[in-house]
């Protein structure tokens, strides 16, 4: 992978270059200050083989991300969708070092026949501000030269319209939707067509099961008034459609199809259309399998309509980072745990743990500046674990310490990390990790969102794990990676941290990179992505489960799993 030549911010040169407009557009127009191309729709002639550097990077609104083509070819583009004809009077293009010696812009209003409205052989790179005047729907940048042996790559691929334009939006938030059928059962409670707009990827509408099971089928959105459409955009469920189309309609009884498949891939699927209705519809022919059709989201962008605004989304973390929150457990020895940032979990475990989790019995600082979580053999009379192999009892034979910060802390996006020294032995199951907020507020696991910094197994002393997991990937298809680091990772303290933004989060131990997750991606080969809202921190130091297995009389009690800090960046 091609590490940045450059940094995406202080780039300031402008380049005096030739400009070509038509002969029709002598006049001055007033441009706008928006950003058109923001999160429009955009294709690449290539992208950097492995990695992330997609299309959509470049028109993301985040200077942080980028664009960047292979460097096979000396030809290269960028073409963005305005989802209608417009007036475009400037392009702001942020190159990374990566940049075109000559380019052109150029527009068209099929996206077929282009006209060039500025060309230059001289270019510079750095950040240019380039004002033409030119109608179409699409934006092309046409690389045809390169200053460096790499492709061409690009921050940012800005666009201003002249005054009076609208930028394609979210049109249908919180709008009302119809289906032909929808579930409401054990196998799929409240899957109903208002999941489709709610913004929240962990919902979704499924049709009836056996009534809806069948072809055709169909869900419909209003958007409260006549729109002039630009994209859909449809997140799928595993039971999608192979062939289905989107149409519109001013009356929701006569509909004008916009967009036909027979191809239909499932995923995220991000579809260009141009058409006007009150009324959008996906009208389902085929299913990809035995099931019915079920979607997570199903969002109409455009211009018009009566759109209601959706939450303004969480900001990324800050350059440079700074520290909003952290326990150093600087205290006397003995100290249970700071009750304004940290409570316990009381009671069994889940995935089949044995032991019990007190109200602080086993939490405490050591005086040495660590947190102390303690697994100890130990009955708790009265409770119920499944059978310890050890003692053949059902009664929990061991005890132990969960700590997490909700209702005291939560954050979203940032760099969260901890020094942590595992506990080891047979049977032994410490984490760090956060589950989502709203698991407390009727959104169960696995839609709540989990994110694994650190899980480390006894039975496995040289490797830590980290994984995410969601609702459409969860349990032994969680995405993640374990590192091997070559000796016990109980034999001394490791940092383990996860640096979250928009985009997708990295984990690293120690500082070396094990896996980095990007969002596009797992929306289009896994599902839909749950890590844009609060999450909380969790500490627990488990005995036994499904994935560790339990201890045997070979495993040494007490277990003492040692926190040195939590830290909380944004």
């Known amino acids: 992978m091609r590490r940045a030549l450059g940094a995406a911010t202080g780039i300031a040169a402008l380049l005096l270059t030739t400009l070509v407009l038509p002969a029709t557009t002598a006049q001055a127009v007033e441009c706008g200050t928006a950003n058109a191309a923001l999160r429009a729709p955009v294709t690449a002639s290539s992208v950097e083989p492995g990695t992330p550097f997609t299309a959509d990077a470049a028109v993301d609104g985040d200077p942080g991300t980028r664009w960047s083509s292979d460097h096979q070819n000396t030809a290269q583009w960028l073409r963005v969708d305005l989802g209608s004809s417009k007036r475009v009077c400037g392009v702001t293009l942020a190159w990374e070092a990566a940049y075109s010696t000559a380019f052109r812009l150029e527009v068209s209003t099929d996206g077929t026949s282009w006209t060039t409205a500025y060309s230059t052989t001289d270019g510079r790179g750095g950040q240019q501000e380039l004002a033409l005047d030119a109608t179409g729907r699409y934006v092309r940048l046409t690389s045809t030269a390169r200053a460096t042996q790499y492709g061409v790559s690009l921050w940012e691929f800005a666009i201003r319209t002249a005054s009076g334009t609208d930028s394609p939006k979210l049109l249908s938030y919180g709008k009302p939707a119809f289906a032909s059928t929808y579930q409401d059962n054990a196998g799929c409670g409240g899957c109903t067509p208002a999941k489709v707009t709610d913004l929240n990827p962990a919902t979704r509408w499924a049709t009836a099961e056996g009534t809806g099971w069948v072809d055709p089928g169909w869900i419909s959105v209003d958007l409260g008034a006549t729109a002039q459409l630009s994209s859909v955009v449809l997140q799928w469920d595993p039971a999608y459609a192979t062939a289905f189309q989107v149409q519109t309609s001013a009356t929701a009884q006569q509909w004008t199809t916009v967009y036909e498949t027979t191809t239909g891939t499932g995923f995220k699927q991000t579809i260009p259309v141009s058409g006007s209705g009150r009324y959008v519809r996906v009208n389902l022919l085929k299913r990809s399998g035995p099931y019915g059709y079920s979607l997570w989201e199903f969002q109409v962008y455009g211009t018009g309509g009566n759109p ?115 506990s080891g032995g047979k049977g032994l199951w410490p984490a760090f990790w956060m589950l989502g907020d709203d698991i407390f507020r009727g959104t169960p696991w696995p839609g709540s969102g989990e994110i694994d910094i650190m899980e480390h197994l006894g039975r496995e002393p040289n490797t830590a794990y980290q994984t995410i997991h969601g609702p459409a990937y969860f349990g032994g298809g969680g995405i993640g990676k374990p590192l091997d680091i070559g000796r016990d990772v109980a034999g001394e303290f490791h940092v383990f941290r996860a640096d979250w933004t928009s985009r997708g989060i990295t984990f690293s131990i120690d500082g070396t990179q094990v896996l980095a997750i990007d969002k596009a991606t797992v929306e289009a080969t896994r599902g839909p992505w749950v890590f844009d809202k609060p999450f909380f921190i969790l500490l627990n130091n488990a005995v036994g489960g499904d994935w560790p297995g339990p201890p045997d009389a070979g495993t040494a009690f007490p277990q003492r799993m040692l926190v040195d800090y939590v830290r909380v960046y944004q």
């Not at 475990?349 to 053999?377: I, K």
């Open 308 to 422: 209601t605004a959706p939450p303004a989304p969480a900001p990324d973390p800050g350059n440079p980072l700074r520290l909003v929150w952290s326990d150093e457990f600087n205290t006397t020895a003995g100290t249970k745990p700071d009750s304004a940032k940290w409570r316990p979990e009381v009671g069994t475990g889940q995935n089949a743990e044995l032991q019990f989790y007190t109200n602080n019995n086993n939490a405490f600082t050591d005086g040495g500046g660590n947190l102390v979580l303690e697994a100890r053999r130990e009955v708790t009379p009265g409770s119920a674990c499944p059978v310890d192999p050890v003692s053949g009892s059902g009664t929990c034979q061991y005890t132990s310490a969960r700590l997490i910060t909700e209702g005291k802390a939560s954050w979203t996006y940032g760099r969260v990390e901890a020094r942590i020294k595992v």
